[in-house]
């Protein structure tokens, strides 16, 4: 079973930037797919960014397209969400989780992080 946990969270400011680490332990991790979701007070769940095992493919939300990065460190069992030109409405608290197969649906993926909070001021 692989845990989750996420770090790098905070308050910035709109058009500041952050970036979101996701540290896993347990030796499944390479194999899995990864995916970050973020939820607002009141809002459900939804779907941010998604990526391969291999780091082959990525997915974003058209939300965050063009301004996060998804990326993976298989050797430090490590996914990250490098999040830019931050806006007021991206505040929430962000979710990586791990999934049985790459996908932008909260069902797909078993296995989630605590979360990490994500303060944009306008």
């Known amino acids: 079973q692989v845990q989750l946990v996420e770090s790098g969270g905070g308050l910035v400011q709109a058009g500041d930037s952050l970036r979101l680490s996701c540290a896993a332990s347990g030796r499944t991790f390479s194999s899995n797919p990864m995916g970050w979701f973020r939820q607002a007070p009141g809002k459900e769940r939804e779907f941010v960014s998604a990526i391969t095992p291999s780091s082959g493919i990525t997915s974003y939300a058209d939300s965050v397209k063009g301004r996060f990065t998804v990326s993976r460190d298989n050797a430090k069992l490590t996914v990250y969400l490098q999040m830019n030109s931050l806006k007021p409405e991206d505040t929430a608290v962000y979710y990586c989780?791990?999934?049985?197969?790459?996908?932008?649906?909260?069902?797909?993926?078993?296995?989630w992080g605590q979360g990490t909070q994500v303060t944009v001021s306008s």
């Open positions: 989780a791990g999934g049985s197969r790459f996908s932008r649906n909260v069902a797909d993926f078993g296995f």
